[in-house]
């Protein structure tokens, strides 16, 4: 099983690459089975066995998920967009959009509410296997330990009180309807301008966070503070634009932090060295010594970031010591 979930995890990396490129000769069937060195037949079935959903649905979903960005951000004729998405036709391409989101390309255009998105599949993870990592290899890069005032912001996120750690957040999360992991994760994925969205990177978890608000109901963390786990997306504080019915928008004011960081990594062959070695740093940090002390205070607000290509990230909430 793992094997196969290796080569649907390839062809899922593909079509996002081709999508990038705008190679759409290499975006078929055939090209991406003979990658794999198997049948179209038994591509399309592992496909749908893995993935639970058909890969011409699958693809067109995607496809369409790259076209809305280009639809939302850019200024190009909507029919240009079309072709180079495979549509054959404005008209082929109004129909597909109104389908999936309701609306037509212009509307949306005009009116950018959040939506469903269709996010990229990732059936395989060395970690959720338990296979752990590749190899001896181990990042000799050191944390980085800064302060930092970040401005005032909003959060728009889902929050569960229940939970205790990324994997077992999203599992209780699809018990509450309308708040899966693909729901939340797609509606966040349409929202433009999101503060740590480059704009770079079709990856829909682009812009997309953990966070942990201080709560007297919450869950006791390790470091002793109790918590509730969120996931969400930070935006601009003159944020107006529509809140999904679904999910709650917070405001942040500015405030001071203390940022726990390490570079890139390899995912397969590093993630647990790099959680272990940030986990050490923030665990042995002497903050007295720096002038400041975390702050406990309800409604303050920790993030982190999880991006193999860019960082692993905690931002902890300080304050001064008087």
């Known amino acids: 099983m793992f094997e196969w979930q290796k080569q649907i995890q390839f062809i899922a990396d593909e079509i996002d690459k081709c999508l990038l490129s705008g190679d759409d000769e290499a975006l078929t069937l055939e090209r991406l089975a003979r990658k794999t060195g198997y ?16 890969f011409k649905d699958y693809l067109g979903k995607r496809k369409l998920t790259f076209a809305l960005k280009e639809v939302r951000d850019g200024t190009r004729k909507i029919c240009d967009i079309a072709y180079d998405y495979g549509f054959s036709s404005g008209e082929a391409f109004s129909r597909a959009f109104r389908n999936a989101y309701g609306q037509s390309p212009r509307e949306y255009r005009r009116n950018p ?175 007295a010594a720096a002038g400041y002390e975390l702050d406990l205070t309800p409604g303050r607000i920790a993030y982190f970031y999880f991006d193999p290509d860019r960082c692993f990230k905690y931002v902890r909430p300080v304050k001064r010591i008087k």
């Open 39 to 54: 049948s179209e037949f038994y591509v399309t079935r592992k496909f749908k066995e893995i993935s639970g959903m058909q």
């Open 113 to 287: 509410k959040p939506v469903v998105l269709r996010t990229k599949i990732n059936p395989f993870d060395r970690y959720l296997a338990g296979l752990g990592e590749i190899g001896m290899f181990k990042s000799d890069e050191n944390v980085k330990i800064y302060f930092v005032t970040i401005p005032a912001h909003k959060f728009l996120h889902v929050k569960n009180y229940e939970s205790n750690g990324y994997f077992d957040f999203w599992q209780k999360q699809s018990l509450i309807p309308g708040q899966d992991c693909e729901t939340i994760c797609g509606l966040l994925d349409s929202i433009k301008g999101k503060l740590d969205d480059d704009g770079n990177d079709a990856n829909a978890y682009n812009g997309q966070i953990m966070a942990y608000i201080n709560d007297p109901s919450g869950r006791l963390c390790a470091w002793g503070i109790p918590r509730v786990e969120c996931y969400g997306s930070r935006l601009p504080a003159d944020y107006n634009g529509d809140i999904p019915d679904n999910m709650l928008i917070a405001d942040i004011p500015e405030a001071e932090y203390a940022v726990f960081e390490h570079g890139p990594f390899d995912y397969e062959q590093e993630c647990r060295s790099v959680e272990d070695k940030v986990e050490k740093a923030m665990s042995s940090f002497d903050y």
